[in-house]
Each structure stands twice: as structure tokens, then as C-alpha cells.
């Protein structure tokens, strides 16, 4: 009766220990895949928030010329963390969302340039390239 005992305590013990293990990976994974979360909606929003200052630079340069009718082509990423972006310009400012979550996106006013221009235009990033116009007192982005 005492062999057989001993006998159910060692595989008691070998499937505890056995368990334990793969608690440990279960929950290694899991933080893991948080981590890897974490970084990607980091690194999308840094990518964006560069993004939106270099269009922003272009439209602050455009406004300051003395031209009335200019434009200027701006080549950006097609992508961001394998998805497409958008970039809307309007009176109250620029917003840059990617797509097609919508859940991270950028945004800034216009710097007060909406008192003296009006703006507006939508552009999606899979061509690689965006055309930012000034015709008088508009700025239009395309």
C-alpha cells in the first residue's frame, strides 16, 4: 500500500511540475504579445506625428510665398505599420488617421494660416506621393 502511494505522488508531482511549465509559457506569450502591441501603436504614432510635421512644413512654406498659384510634390511612406493612411486638411486644421482602424491618428491646428487661407483636401497615402496646392488664398491637398 505504501509503494503504491509513493508511485501516485511522483506523478502527482511530474503533472504539477508539468502545469506549472505551461503557466509559465501561457503567460510569457501573453505578455510578450502585449509588449509587441505596445511597440506597434508607439512606433505608428511616431511615424505619423513625422509625417504631419513634414506636410505641415510644406503648407507653412507655401503660405509664405509670395506667389498666387504655387505647388509642391511631397513624396511620403505608402505605408505605416502595413497600413495606408489618410491625411485631411481642413479650416480647423490637418489630421492624419491610419487606416482602416482609425484608432491612431495625429493632429494639429493650422497655426492661425486658417485666418488668412482656407484649406481643405483628402489624400490617401498608397500612391506614395501628395500634391499640395496654393491657388490665391487656398491651399488644397491632393
Known amino acids: 500500500m505504501i509503494m503504491k502511494s509513493k508511485g501516485q505522488i511522483l506523478v502527482f508531482e511530474q503533472v504539477l511540475l508539468f502545469s506549472i511549465g505551461i503557466i509559465i509559457l501561457i503567460t510569457s506569450f501573453a505578455l510578450f504579445i502585449m509588449y509587441q502591441n505596445y511597440y506597434i ?46 491625411i485631411s ?33 483628402m489624400v490617401i497615402s498608397d500612391k506614395g506621393k501628395i500634391v499640395i496646392y496654393k491657388k490665391r488664398n487656398s491651399i488644397i491637398i491632393q
Not at 503660405?63 to 505605416?80: M, Y
Open 41 to 86: 501603436t508607439e512606433t505608428a504614432q511616431d511615424q505619423l506625428t513625422q509625417v504631419k510635421e513634414y506636410v505641415l512644413s510644406h503648407i507653412i512654406k507655401l503660405c509664405e510665398e509670395s506667389d498666387l498659384e504655387t505647388s509642391v510634390v511631397l513624396t511620403i511612406p505608402e505605408r505605416i505599420g502595413n497600413s495606408f493612411y489618410r
Open 89 to 121: 486638411m481642413s479650416n480647423i486644421g490637418i489630421n492624419i488617421t491610419l487606416e482602416p482602424e482609425g484608432k491612431i491618428n495625429e493632429f494639429s491646428t493650422l497655426y492661425g494660416l486658417n485666418e488668412t487661407f482656407s484649406f481643405s483636401g
